[in-house]
C-alpha cells in the first residue's frame, strides 16, 4: 500500500458525522481524506494544507457550501483547488449556481461509490496535470525572462558601442554629424561609426548585418571592430574595404554578410571619398536644394566572397550640403496597408525638408517614417546618420609627414631625417623639431626592443600633422598592448643610485610635449603626441 503521505489529499466538508465516515470509507485505501464539520474549518484546511481535491457539502449551517466555495475560488491560494458538491439537492438551478461560483462537479447523495471513486479519480489527476503545467509554464516564464535580462544586457552592451555623446565633435565648427539606431529587437545588427583616422579626416561607417537577433548582433560587433581597426592605419576607403571583407570572408560558416558605406571626410577641403559595399545608396543635399543620389556600389556584400577588390569614388562638398546615410530598415518600413516608405518617398521628404541641423535631420526622418509605419509592427532595425559641411572648403593647409619603418633600430635615423626634411621651408622654429625627434627616438626604441614577441618583420606607422601651429604625431604598431604613459613618473629629486632604473626617458617625453596619449585599436597601439610649433627650443 502506498504510503500516506504519499496519497493525494481529499478533503471532505459536511456537519453530518456519518456523510465524512461513508466518504473516508470509500476513498481511505487511495486516498489520505481529512475530514471538517463546518465551511470555517475547511477554509483554514484548504488555505493551510492545499489539498488536492474538495468534496463540499452544499447544506450546512452558518454557511452553505456555495458561499464555501466562493470563499474558495476568491482567494489565489485556494482559487486551484478542484471542488466537487456532494448533496441531496438535484434541481438543475442548484446545480448550475455551484458551476457557475467555480465547481468542477457534482454528485447526488445518496452516494454512489462507483461514481465517488471514479470522478476523485479524474479530478485529482486533472488537478495533478494542471500543477505540472503550471509548473512547467513558471519554469518557461523564468527562463524567458532570464533570456530577456540576457538580451537587455545585450542591448546595453551594445548601444554603448556607439557614440552617443551628442553633440558628436564639439570643437569641430567645420561640420556636424548626428545618427540615431532604432533596433527593432533587443539587439541589432545594424550599426554607425564615427572617428578620426587622422586631425583632418573623419571616417563614417554605416553598416547593416544580414538576419536577426544575436547572431546578427555578434557579426555587427566583429564587423564594426575590424572596421575602426582597419582605418586607423588606412586612409583608402577601397582598400579597407577590402581587407576587412577578406578578415569577414574567412570562417564564415553561417555565411553572414554586412552591407556597408564607408567614407572618409576631409575637413578642410570637403573632400568625400567613398566604398559602398551593397548599401543603400546615400542621399546628398547641396545647399541649393538639388538631390541626388550616390548610386554607384564598389562591390558585394561585405563577409560572402574573399578576394574581392572594392573601389571608390570621390565628391566635394560645399558649404551647406548634407549627407544622408541609412539603412534598408528605413526605406523598407512598411504600414498597416503593407506598403513601403520606399526610396521615392525618402527622396521626396529629403528634397521638401530644409534648413535643419544635422541632429533635427535624423529626428525628423525617424518621425516620418514612424507616422508612416503607424501602427504596423516594426519589421527591421533603422539607422540614420546625417552630416553636414558647414564651412567654406579651402585648399589643402595641413601638411603630412609619413612614413612606414620596420621593426629594426636602424630604421630610426630615416624617421628623423624624413622629419628634419619635413620640417625645411616651415615656420617651426627648429627646437621644436629637436624635441619632437627625441621623443621618436624613445618612443620607437622601446616598441621596437620591446614590443613584440615575436621574431617576425612588423611594421611601425608614423604620421605628423602640421596644422593650426600644431604638430600632431601619431606612432601605430602592432605590437603587445602597453601604454607608455601609465607608470608613475621617477623622482627626480633622488640622486642617480637612489632612482630606480627606467621611465626618466618617457617622464622626458611627457615634459617635453603639450599632449600625450595612448589609445588600443583592436590589435594595435597608438601614441598620440601633441606639442605647439611657437614653443621656445
Given amino acids: 500500500m502506498i504510503a500516506n503521505s504519499d496519497k493525494p489529499v481529499v478533503l471532505a466538508v459536511d456537519d453530518t458525522p456519518e456523510n465524512l465516515d461513508v466518504v473516508k470509507g470509500v476513498l481511505g485505501d487511495d486516498y489520505h481524506v481529512k475530514a471538517a464539520v463546518n465551511g470555517k474549518i475547511a477554509l483554514k484546511i484548504a488555505e493551510t494544507q492545499s489539498p488536492d481535491l474538495i468534496l463540499l457539502d452544499i447544506m450546512m449551517p452558518d454557511m452553505d457550501g456555495y458561499e464555501v466555495c466562493q470563499r474558495l475560488k476568491a482567494n489565489p491560494v485556494t482559487a486551484n483547488i478542484p471542488v466537487i458538491f456532494l448533496t441531496a439537492k438535484d434541481q438543475d438551478t442548484d446545480q448550475a449556481k455551484g458551476f457557475e461560483l467555480g465547481a468542477a462537479d457534482y454528485i447526488q447523495k445518496p452516494v454512489n461509490a462507483m461514481i465517488l471513486r471514479s470522478r476523485t479519480k479524474t ?19 523564468a527562463q524567458k525572462q532570464r533570456m530577456q535580462d540576457e538580451l537587455n544586457v545585450g542591448k546595453d552592451i551594445q548601444m554603448s558601442m ?23 529587437r533587443e539587439v541589432s545588427g545594424d550599426f554607425y561609426d564615427l572617428f578620426f583616422v587622422n586631425p583632418a579626416e573623419l571616417c563614417l561607417v554605416v553598416a547593416d548585418v544580414s538576419g536577426k537577433g544575436v547572431p546578427a548582433a555578434l557579426f555587427m560587433a566583429v564587423s564594426k571592430t575590424l572596421f575602426s581597426a582597419r582605418a586607423i592605419d588606412d ?55 538639388q538631390v541626388s543620389v550616390l548610386k554607384k556600389i564598389h562591390g558585394p556584400v561585405a563577409g560572402a566572397i574573399e578576394e574581392i577588390a572594392y573601389g571608390e569614388d570621390r565628391i566635394n562638398l ?18 498597416t496597408e503593407n506598403e513601403l516608405y520606399s526610396d521615392a518617398r525618402l527622396e521626396a521628404w529629403f528634397a521638401d525638408t530644409s534648413g535643419l541641423t544635422a541632429e533635427a535631420w535624423v529626428k525628423e526622418l525617424v518621425t516620418s517614417v514612424s507616422e508612416f509605419v503607424g501602427a504596423a509592427e516594426a519589421s527591421d532595425d533603422i539607422t540614420i546618420m546625417a552630416l553636414s559641411y558647414d564651412t567654406e ?6 601638411d603630412l609627414y609619413s612614413i612606414t619603418i620596420p621593426n629594426e633600430l636602424k630604421a630610426l635615423n630615416s624617421v628623423v631625417e624624413g622629419l628634419e626634411g619635413f ?82 626617458g618617457i617622464h622626458l617625453v611627457k615634459q617635453m610635449m603639450d599632449e600625450v596619449s595612448y ?11 601633441v606639442i605647439k610649433t611657437t614653443a621656445q627650443g
Avoid: W
Avoid at 488537478?127 to 516564464?141: R, S, T
Avoid at 556597408?260 to 559602398?276: D, K
Fill in 123 to 141: 479530478h485529482v489527476q486533472l488537478k495533478k496535470n494542471l500543477d505540472a503545467l503550471q509548473e512547467a509554464y513558471a519554469l518557461i516564464n
Fill in 162 to 184: 556607439l557614440r552617443r555623446d551628442y553633440p558628436l565633435f564639439p570643437d569641430n565648427d567645420e561640420f556636424s554629424v548626428h545618427a540615431q539606431l532604432e533596433p527593432a
Fill in 235 to 289: 586612409r583608402s576607403p577601397a582598400s579597407i574595404m577590402t581587407r576587412v571583407n577578406n578578415e569577414l570572408s574567412k570562417n564564415n560558416p553561417s555565411c553572414m554578410f554586412v552591407t556597408v558605406f564607408l567614407a572618409i571626410l576631409n575637413i578642410e577641403t570637403g573632400e568625400l571619398r567613398y566604398s559602398n559595399a551593397g548599401h543603400n545608396p546615400p542621399l546628398l543635399k547641396r545647399a541649393d536644394g
Fill in 318 to 335: 560645399g558649404q551647406g550640403d548634407v549627407l544622408l546615410s541609412f539603412t534598408d530598415g528605413v526605406t523598407e518600413a512598411m504600414n
Fill in 393 to 398: 572648403p579651402g585648399e589643402k593647409t595641413q
Fill in 423 to 504: 620640417a625645411e621651408g616651415k615656420a617651426i622654429q627648429p627646437g621644436v623639431i629637436q624635441k619632437l625627434c627625441i621623443a621618436f627616438d624613445e618612443l620607437l626604441n622601446n616598441i621596437i626592443s620591446y614590443g613584440y614577441v615575436d621574431d617576425s618583420p612588423h611594421e611601425i606607422f608614423v604620421d605628423v600633422d602640421y596644422r593650426n601651429d600644431e604638430l600632431i604625431a601619431t606612432i601605430k604598431d602592432d605590437g603587445i598592448p602597453f601604454n607608455p604613459f601609465m607608470g608613475d613618473d621617477p623622482d627626480i629629486s633622488l640622486s642617480v643610485d637612489d632612482r630606480e632604473i627606467g621611465g626618466l
Fill in 519 to 529: 589609445m588600443r585599436f583592436t590589435d594595435m597601439n597608438m601614441v598620440r603626441l
